[in-house]
């Protein structure tokens, strides 16, 4: 990616890595770490790139500057994804030059890099000017991590957002208005696997930026496409999705050893979409679970299905349900099902799981010993209307 230049004097030397495929277990197509450089009396790079991008990063800066006249570098998170390449480029601009973060950020940075760099912690809302601009830091912790922190440009109103309102997206385009409403499955994907279970945080954070009344012309996250013709779009979904309000929707998700229990859950699944519910059967297995977690979170219903195996669950539904535990969707109605040969605990250790979630469990749950019937998959898609009613009745 070849530098660009956002506002005048404000450019994006970050990088894109087209071959990422497994971003700490979320499957991406790509992404880019994005990092900007803000030319004024005082030069300022906001946020480093992955470790092995380093010299790439120098290289998108030597086109618009000598990284030596860098005077002073922001780190806005710490995860190796944006902090890697600090110590190369640290270096590479000279030694001593101050490295601005949070205090968390001071913390994790040296427990990261040792205590080699010029660390300078950072109080929530202090304002640095740099000649013609101040930029002004918002603490933003958990969000994702303790020493996550916003940088905002008042002359410019660009609001540089470290992980909130990206995406992993690797493409030529640069902002959302070359991409379109392409870029919102990105998004929400991103806000699915990452965030969902900061939503409070978030909610609050929308509420504190519109009580500050901070003016955004330009939302430039460390990841993806930049919103600039209508950041109000990516804030609000932000807000829907935070609100985890899903609509008329369920999801059946399941793994199957001889195809029993995916007989059960296409035809639970069946069952659902009579009621007039939209519903998807995913097969665990042939899904990947950041994925299965985006789906999670536009449903309402929640219908798992496990065979048991050596008296537990199959383990890639256990693997799903981990997952999505961490992550602590809420609102959602539980089901579960599954076959059996002898012993049959998974239907029982589904409905503990879901319970632990704080699910709203349905009272029935459904098991069928080796191969479903007629009988049993009549009964099957009786339980998905069942669900399909539970889901219409608190969705309305
Ligand atoms: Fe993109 Fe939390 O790092």
Redesign the pocket.
């Known amino acids: 990616m070849k530098p660009v230049e956002i506002a005048s004097g404000i450019y994006q030397v970050g990088v894109i890595d087209w071959n990422i495929r497994d971003?700490h277990g979320y499957s991406v197509e790509g992404?880019t770490?994005n990092a900007f450089l803000i030319l004024d009396d005082t030069v300022v790079l906001i946020d480093t790139v992955k470790k092995e991008f380093a010299d790439q990063l120098l290289a998108n800066i030597a086109e618009i500057i000598d990284p030596k006249k860098i005077d002073m570098v922001i780190s806005n998170?710490?995860?190796?994804?944006?902090s890697g390449g600090l110590p190369r480029v640290m270096h590479a601009i000279g030694g001593e030059k101050p490295l601005y973060c949070s205090k968390m950020g001071q913390k994790n940075l040296i427990q990261h890099f040792g205590d080699r760099l010029n660390l300078q912690a950072l109080e929530n809302g202090q304002e640095i000017s740099i000649g013609s601009r101040t930029l002004s830091f918002l603490e933003t912790r958990m969000l994702?991590?303790p020493d996550?922190m916003f940088t905002y440009i008042k002359e410019d109103q660009i609001l540089f957002s470290?992980?909130a309102f990206?995406q992993h997206y690797a493409g030529y385009e640069m902002f959302d208005d070359q991409i379109g409403d392409a870029v919102m499955p990105y998004a929400k994907k991103y806000f699915a696997n990452?965030l969902l279970l900061y939503t409070p945080k978030i909610l609050k954070l929308v509420e504190q930026i519109t009580d500050m009344g901070l003016q955004i012309k330009i939302i430039c996250p460390?990841?993806g496409i930049l919103w600039r013709s209508n950041p109000e779009t990516i804030i609000n979904a932000y807000v829907e999705w935070s609100r985890q309000e899903a609509g008329k929707r369920a999801v059946v998700l399941y793994d199957t050893m001889w195809k029993s229990t995916r007989l059960m859950a296409e035809a639970i699944a069946d069952g659902i979409a009579e009621t007039g519910v939209a519903v998807r059967p995913i097969h665990i297995r042939s899904s990947h679970r950041s994925d299965i977690m985006t789906e999670v979170l536009d449903a309402r219903a929640i219908v798992v299905g496990s065979p048991t195996l050596n008296n537990g669950l199959f383990p890639s539904v256990s693997d799903v349900l981990t997952y999505m535990k961490g992550l602590r969707p809420k609102n959602k109605i539980g089901a579960a099902f599954g076959s059996y040969g002898w012993s049959g605990e998974s239907v029982k250790l589904l409905n503990e799981a879901l319970a632990d979630m704080k699910f709203d469990v349905m009272e029935e749950s459904l098991k069928i010993q080796y191969v479903p019937d007629k009988k049993d998959l009549s009964a099957c898609r009786e339980y998905g209307r069942k669900i399909g009613q539970a889901v219409i009745s608190r969705v309305g």
């Open positions: 971003f992404t770490y998170h710490t995860e190796m994804d944006h994702h991590w996550s470290s992980d990206g990452i460390d990841h």
